[in-house]
């Protein structure tokens, strides 16, 4: 089956830019969640949808991060404007399950930032 | 809170040896517990998970992790490193989010 996909992979900008990734889960899969990986730490969820509604954003940074994902297939987000600490990797996953239980989060190559 | 401990920044070990990379859990409730592994440049990649049943879980190439409710841990091993499990490992647990520690980054050397 095909994996998740994100795009970019790579992507520079200055800070107070805006920048927009996006992600197509593994077909079928409900649950979607998007982490932020800072250099030598693990990933931070910042956002759990299940089908097109939001589960969990208590993370996400809401005066500069917003996430949507309309349909409930693929999920975009975006970050305006952006701040140098905001240099991650961004890492897009999806799960079959409702989010709660035991099943695998499959996860993307990631989208990597960097803020100048 | 769910919280997850890896105490170890970096493990080092020699091609043959046996390994460990160690983790400690808070979760209240029963917990589920993963092991992921990330190579440069990719994307996480499951190893093996407990849910319940034998404390021993065995997973991708080779890796096993025994889940000790006791003492919270669920240690990851592996009985004869290879220089290609030479990556970053991470400890995760659910339920609710998935919570990551912050990583052990294995070294196995020739």
């Known amino acids: 089956e095909a994996g998740v996909a994100q795009s970019p992979r790579y992507k520079i900008i200055e800070k107070r830019q805006s920048v927009a990734f996006w992600c197509n889960p593994i077909?079928?899969?409900?649950?979607l969640y998007w982490y932020q990986q800072i250099l030598g730490q693990g990933p931070k969820l910042l956002i759990q949808f299940q089908n097109n509604g939001v589960v969990d954003d208590s993370q996400l940074p809401k005066d500069r991060f917003s996430a949507e994902r309309l349909k409930g297939v693929d999920s975009t987000l975006k970050i305006q404007p952006a701040k140098l600490e905001d240099s991650a990797v961004y890492l897009c996953?999806?799960?079959?399950?409702?989010?709660?239980?035991?099943?695998?989060?499959?996860f993307g190559a990631g989208s990597r930032l960097t803020v100048l | 809170a769910q919280s997850v401990a890896q105490p170890e920044d970096q493990v080092n070990v020699a091609e043959g040896n046996p390994l460990t990379v160690k983790c400690t859990y808070s979760?209240?409730?029963?917990?589920?517990l993963f092991w992921y592994v990330q190579y440069p440049n990719r994307g996480l990649q499951f190893l093996l998970k407990y849910i319940t049943g034998d404390n021993l879980v065995k997973g991708s190439y080779g890796f096993e992790a025994e889940f000790n409710k006791s003492q919270t841990s669920f240690h990851l091993k592996k009985p004869s490193a290879l220089v290609s499990d030479s990556a970053l490992y991470f400890c995760a647990v659910r339920p609710h989010m998935l919570t990551f520690g912050g990583g052990t980054r294995l070294m196995v050397k020739p």
């Open positions: 996953a999806s799960s079959l399950d409702s989010g709660a239980g035991a099943n695998v989060l499959t």
């Open positions: 979760v209240s409730g029963n917990p589920y």
């Open positions: 077909s079928g899969h409900a649950t």
